[in-house]
């Protein structure tokens, strides 16, 4: 090559590598997110929150749902959109005050995508309008409260539950103590808390509905050890079937002492999902045999798979009924992660808020290991409701009534289904 024809090719590279830098670049992202983005940088992970109770009396409830968040993060590698996956918590407990400053913690952290919880109805609705308010999207795998989806009562922009409304739960739970154990008349007890209160009604509704007498409606605090009042109470019209819809340790109370109250002999006890615990048998004693438990069930190859997972990852099997809908409300918020994440050549990741709430409201047949899910608004005026309902992904089809046996009582668990809607 001569000096001449060297020194022009040489020419011609500088002035291409010049053109280059000065020529038009990509834009800079701008977020026009109605509620704004959440912004990750290339060496950042993609920060995900719980909100549980993972102490006290309900604890078993945060751990089954934590443990499912965990395994739904090993399914994807620890990975999303190329981003580690970083899993905080707060523990919310099952009250008001602790899902507020749960939800007040999180609500602080701008890095948060959004957030698996609350475990019990009371901490939600204590913590729905700040979540909401701090642009998050929350998806609970076990409040089940109908009023907190419902537009007008508890709903707030940004809520969802992959787990059953108990207008399905309570309806499921009348139907079999009126059709399948020929009750015609019951009482309720329920603890004050908008998931029990709630849940209690819809079954008095519906038992009221298909033709029997409800003849009592009352209510324990929290805390209390002594139930003999108002078991003494109900026992006045000795009622076919007794329903309370509470928590350990109030309802392992009165269970203990219904032997001791005369009038309730023959009448059949039956808990909820509140109860559905792998300590509960144990901790109520020899009176728990025979009685009935309204709650989830799951079946299926590939909820048999989870719990091979889970007996790998944690040992043993877990210790509620919630775990599946949490694995299901984890892999809803990463698909839609996925959707509207907008990635950047050098790994930058920017999520918008709204953009993430729309992405899971169109959620639509997502095969989930507790059925087919769907999150777009549902019409429960069949039920009475007359006011639209928005965020249940779930259809109600994983219920199912179990009945405890002397082996729940030295230790197995869970106990047996015997029956399903």
Same mark, same amino acid.
């Given at each position: 090559?001569?000096?001449?024809?060297?020194?022009?090719?040489?020419?011609?590279?500088?002035?291409?590598?010049?053109?280059?830098a000065?020529?038009?670049?990509?834009?800079?992202?701008?977020?026009t997110?109605?509620?704004?983005?959440?912004?990750?940088?290339?060496?950042?992970?993609?920060?995900?929150?719980?909100?549980?109770?993972?102490?006290?009396?309900?604890?078993?409830?945060?751990?089954?749902?934590? #443990?499912?968040?965990?395994?739904a993060?090993?399914?994807?590698?620890?990975?999303?959109?190329?981003?580690?996956?970083?899993?905080?918590?707060?523990?919310?407990?099952?009250?008001?005050?602790g899902?507020?400053?749960?939800?007040?913690?999180?609500?602080?952290?701008?890095?948060?995508?959004?957030?698996?919880?609350?475990?019990?109805?009371?901490?939600?609705?204590?913590?729905?309008?700040?979540?909401?308010?701090?642009?998050?999207?929350?998806? !609970?795998? !076990?409040?089940?409260?109908?009023?907190?989806?419902?537009?007008?009562?508890?709903?707030?922009?940004?809520y969802?539950?992959?787990?059953?409304?108990?207008?399905?739960?309570?309806?499921?739970?009348?139907?079999?103590?009126?059709?399948?154990?020929?009750?015609?008349?019951?009482?309720?007890?329920?603890?004050?808390?908008? *998931?029990?209160?709630?849940?209690?009604?819809?079954?008095?509704?519906?038992? %009221?509905?298909?033709g029997?007498?409800?003849?009592?409606?009352?209510?324990?605090?929290?805390?209390?050890?002594?139930?003999?009042?108002?078991?003494?109470?109900?026992?006045?019209d000795?009622?076919?079937?007794?329903?309370?819809?509470?928590?350990?340790?109030?309802?392992? +109370?009165?269970?203990?002492?219904?032997?001791?109250?005369?009038?309730?002999?023959?009448?059949?006890?039956?808990?909820?999902?509140?109860?559905?615990?792998?300590?509960?048998?144990?901790n109520?004693?020899?009176n728990?045999?025979?009685? $009935?438990?309204?709650?989830? $069930?799951?079946?299926?190859?590939? *909820?048999?798979?989870?719990?091979?997972?889970?007996?790998k %990852? @944690?040992?043993?099997?877990p210790?509620?009924?919630?775990?599946? @809908?949490? *694995?299901?409300?984890?892999?809803i918020?990463?698909?839609?992660?996925? %959707?509207?994440?907008?990635?950047?050549?050098?790994?930058?990741?920017?999520?918008?808020?709204?953009?993430?709430?729309?992405?899971?409201?169109?959620?639509?047949?997502?095969?989930?290991?507790?059925?087919?899910?769907?999150?777009?608004?549902?019409? $429960?005026?069949?039920?009475?409701i007359?006011?639209?309902?928005?965020?249940?992904c779930?259809?109600?089809?994983?219920?199912?009534? +179990?009945?405890?046996?002397?082996?729940e009582?030295? #230790?197995?668990?869970?106990?047996?289904?015997?029956?399903?809607?």
């Open positions: 090559m001569s000096k001449r024809i060297f020194l022009i090719a040489s020419v011609l590279i500088v002035a291409s590598m010049v053109l280059a000065c020529g038009p670049k990509k834009p800079a992202f701008e977020c997110d109605a509620i704004g983005c959440v912004d990750i940088a290339p060496d950042e992970p993609v920060h995900i929150a719980y909100m549980l109770t993972v102490s006290g009396a309900t604890a078993f409830l945060g751990e089954d749902s934590k #443990g499912a968040i965990e395994i993060i090993d399914d994807r590698g620890g990975k999303l959109l190329g981003h580690d996956i970083l899993l905080t918590g707060e523990d919310s407990l099952c009250s008001a005050e899902g507020q400053t749960a939800a007040t913690k999180v609500a602080a952290d701008p890095t948060i995508v959004g957030v698996i919880g609350t475990n019990c109805s009371s901490a939600a609705t204590a913590a729905i309008e700040t979540i909401s308010n701090a642009g998050l999207v929350m998806l !609970s795998p !076990s409040n089940t409260a109908p009023a907190l989806t419902i537009e007008g009562e508890t709903w707030q922009p940004g969802f539950r992959v787990c059953h409304t108990d207008l399905f739960q309570g309806r499921v739970a009348a139907d079999f103590a009126y059709n399948e154990l020929g009750a015609r008349t019951a009482a309720t007890i329920h603890d004050g808390s908008p *998931y029990a209160d709630q849940l209690q009604q819809v079954f008095a509704a519906r038992f %009221k509905e298909l029997g007498e409800i003849t009592f409606q009352g209510a324990v605090n929290v805390g209390d050890t002594d139930m003999r009042a108002i078991l003494t109470t109900v026992a006045a000795q009622p076919d079937v007794l329903y309370f819809p509470i928590f350990e340790p109030e309802g392992d +109370f009165i269970v203990a002492q219904s032997s001791e109250i005369a009038g309730l002999e023959n009448t059949v006890l039956m808990g909820a999902d509140g109860l559905l615990a792998d300590s509960f048998p144990e109520a004693g020899p728990v045999v025979g009685m $009935y438990l309204s709650g989830p $069930y799951v079946t299926g190859a590939a *909820y048999d798979e989870f719990l091979a997972k889970w007996d %990852k @944690f040992g043993g099997v210790p509620s009924g919630f775990h599946a @809908f949490a *694995y299901d409300a984890t892999n918020l990463f698909n839609a992660i996925e %959707k509207v994440a907008v990635v950047e050549d050098d790994g930058t990741v920017h999520i918008g808020r709204q953009a993430l709430r729309d992405a899971i409201t169109a959620t639509s047949g997502y095969k989930g290991l507790t059925g087919t899910l769907d999150c777009g608004d549902d019409d $429960y005026s069949a039920f009475g007359d006011k639209p309902s928005h965020g249940d779930s259809t109600g089809e994983a219920l199912g009534i +179990f009945q405890i046996t002397e082996e009582l030295n #230790g197995n668990w869970p106990p047996p289904v015997v029956y399903t809607p």
